[in-house]
């Protein structure tokens, strides 16, 4: 099969590999129908060392299972399944608290073995507990929402959940990317009242008005911080969706005392500003990974009747050998959210 594989930093490349094989009686075989460029991607795209093995790319994904291991139970073939970004048994203790991202049997796509969803194929380890079925045709209209479960809508709305935001709240979404936007979707079907989205690319934010957001705030640092406190008079709850130190700080800056600060944005900081200062304001500083998992049968319902649309984040669509100009078109700010189809 054909697949991309990251050789290092903006060295993307489309090779054919081993086709994916039952290698465990938990396994499934799914055939990709589309897949997509995460903007957590970027990050290894960015800065990855060169290597001579390379790390197969990918881990938001929807297809048709073609095969299923010996204890594999309801799947079969010809399912139409979506893929959280991370697989899990669906059953150990913390699966059970809803925490499949710390699934004790869990692991990533591209990693040990396992296959990455930008590809024409993936062995997806525990699939029963893995993958959901979805009850529409492979050539639905619907299927970029879908996909958007896998992934970026999930995350969305677990900075939502883990910033307790409910209904007429004013809420602060710091970052324009396709999580951001989701994240605004999840405020607004949670109920916020005013969502504030701090972002400085129009297309974007005119998506994030589009979304539920009421403001958008395209200023940063101290003036984006100002600006936001002059609007709100500062923010109760807050998503940041970036995952850098100047979106942190704006965070801190423009979250009231005692209010909550949601971290998705996968963190490109080893240090952050946690002293004696931050300490007496009691800000309640939570977030983390997504187990996506546990989310995409409470939003499956609102895709299917057209209640939200994160499918809409998937602004350009390549084919699978077009993957490296997918990942230099989203670095150089061209594309929101690289749609692929094999």
Known sequence: MRAAVMYGAGDVRVEVRPDPKIAQPTDA?????????????????????????????GHEF??????TGADVTGLTAGDLVVAPFTYSDNTCDYCAKGLHISCRHGGRYGFDGVDGGQGEAVRV?????TVVKLPVNVDSALLPSLLALSDVMTTGHHGAVTAGVGRGDTVLVVGDGAVGLCAVIAAKRLGAERIVLAGRHEARTDLGRDFGATDVVAARGEEGIARIRELTGGVDKVIEAVGTRQTLDTALGAVRDGGTIS???????EEGPIGPAVFMRNIILTGGASPARAYIEQLLPDVLNGAIAPGRVF???FSLDQTPMAYQAMADRQVLKALIRP
């Not at 990709?32 to 060169?50: F, I, K, R």
């Not at 971290?263 to 900081?269: D, I, K, W």
């Open 62 to 67: 929807l297809g048709i299972v073609e095969d």
């Open 29 to 57: 075989v799914v055939r990709v129908v589309a897949s997509c460029v995460c903007g957590s991607d970027l990050w290894p795209y960015a800065s990855m060392p060169a290597t001579d093995t390379g790390r197969p790319m």
């Open 315 to 317: 602004d350009q669509t």
């Open 263 to 269: 971290r998705l944005g996968v963190p490109q900081y």
């Open 125 to 129: 380890p525990q699939a029963a507990g």
